[in-house]
């Protein structure tokens, strides 16, 4: 039996590898706060700078410090949803009954829906409120429980951050419902008011034919595919076609343009508590998943909302749009670079009416429209305005 015994002295199976085995500590807390700062700061996301907290007592003495943040909305809670949720024990209500309640009124109206996305909620107003799913930092007061899942307002989840200079907020759609393969962009820069708002649309787009990129005739030795030159349909002078007037064509921009500057001018009367509460803010952008409308503040910009209260709209809880001076650009067909076709393609460029007379330089030179957009439609934007320019006037609503 003693010669089945193993040799107590051998080694049967390999000792188990630990980190701190050979030198005794923790190489990871070696790591400078700077670099993981760096790190943090790379993350951005709300949600996983909520999971780093968890990790440490030093990670969760570090996340308040990022200074680069991005808050997903996941969902908009109204506040009557949120209400029964809280106060009934009936839990077998879909989420969808609950979640993503973006309804929009008439153009004459403002986007009542998004009253309190970005402020305190009232619990006797029916209104809606942008949440943000658990894992991200936050307080418990003002939670929502949806569906068993606990929602905090952006409010909430960045009021533990210190120190954050560069804000990102996306919402989860975009306010405007339009048609499939409708085209409709804006993008919108607030101070205290609107200082400028570029708003790109088209009837339809078409999409280059992946074939038609590939074949030798079609390529222009330049990488692009189409004609590289058009600025339109080519036979035109720029004008805009008496069927534009007839046909609804005039309208439909006009309802465009209102419904574009409604959805800024609400975006930003909602910010307000978050640029209050963050002294350190130097930009913060508030777009949407769908890339439909972009609001855009500067360090000067936030600083003057800050000195200067804004005007809010007697009619609801959005920034009063003032008068405007716009100017349009209109192609029945514009054909881009890349081969995409956009039809009744028009571009708007707004500035307050106050704001022309000092700014008439700018506003010719249009390089502030041209790089309103990305990619292709940039490039639509600057073809645009080498058209025929017409002026129009808007009073404040």
């Known amino acids: 039996m003693s010669s089945l015994r193993p040799d107590l002295k ?3 199976y390999p000792e188990p590898y630990t ?3 050979v030198s005794g500590i923790d190489h990871f807390d070696r790591l400078p706060d700077s670099l993981l ?3 943090f700061n790379k993350i951005g996301d709300v949600k996983a700078l ?3 907290c968890v990790v440490s007592r030093r990670f969760h003495s570090l996340v308040p410090q990022v200074e680069n943040v991005v808050v997903r909305v996941d969902c908009v809670i ?3 949803d949120a209400s029964s949720a809280a106060g009934s024990s009936d839990k077998s209500r879909g989420a969808f009954s609950n979640l993503f309640r ?3 009124g008439g153009i004459v109206k403002p986007l009542q829906a998004l009253g309190q996305f970005l402020g305190p909620k009232r619990s006797n107003s029916a209104s809606s409120s942008l949440a943000v799913g658990s894992g991200a930092p936050g307080g418990d007061d003002d939670d929502l429980d949806q569906g068993g899942v606990t929602h905090h307002s952006p409010t909430q989840v960045l009021k533990n951050f210190n120190e954050i200079r560069f804000l990102r907020i996306e919402l989860p759609s975009g306010e ?4 499939d393969g409708v085209l409709l962009k804006w993008r919108a820069d607030f101070g205290s008011t609107l200082d400028n708002c570029v708003i790109l649309g088209a009837s339809s787009v078409i999409n280059p034919e992946p074939t038609k990129c590939l074949s030798s005739q079609d390529n222009n030795g330049d990488g692009f595919c189409g004609n590289s030159n058009t600025g339109g349909s080519g036979d035109d002078n720029g004008s805009i076609p008496e069927s534009f007037y007839t046909n609804g064509g005039l309208k439909l921009r006009v309802v465009w343009t209102i419904s574009s500057l409604i959805a800024a001018s609400a975006r930003h009367y909602l910010l307000q508590p978050i640029i209050a509460e963050h002294r350190t803010l130097d930009s913060l952008v508030l777009t949407d998943a769908d890339g439909q409308g972009v609001l855009c503040m500067n360090r000067d910009q936030l600083e003057e909302l800050r000195v200067k209260p804004l005007s809010a709209s007697s009619a609801s809880k959005r920034t009063l749009v003032p008068a405007l001076n716009m100017r349009l650009w209109y192609a029945p067909h514009l054909e881009l670079p890349d081969g995409t076709v956009l039809k009744g393609a028009t571009l708007v460029a707004i500035r307050p009416s106050e704001q022309s007379a000092v700014k008439k330089d700018v506003a010719v030179d249009g390089s502030w429209v041209s790089s309103a957009f990305e990619e292709p439609y940039g490039t639509a934007a600057k073809m645009l305005v080498k058209r025929r320019t017409y002026c129009l006037e808007m009073n404040s609503f």
């Open 10 to 12: 051998t080694k049967i």
């Open 19 to 21: 980190y701190t085995s």
């Open 37 to 39: 700062l760096l790190v």
């Open 50 to 52: 909520g999971r780093c």
């Open 78 to 80: 109204s506040d009557d």
């Open 102 to 104: 973006l309804v929009l």
């Open 176 to 179: 405007l419902g339009i048609d």
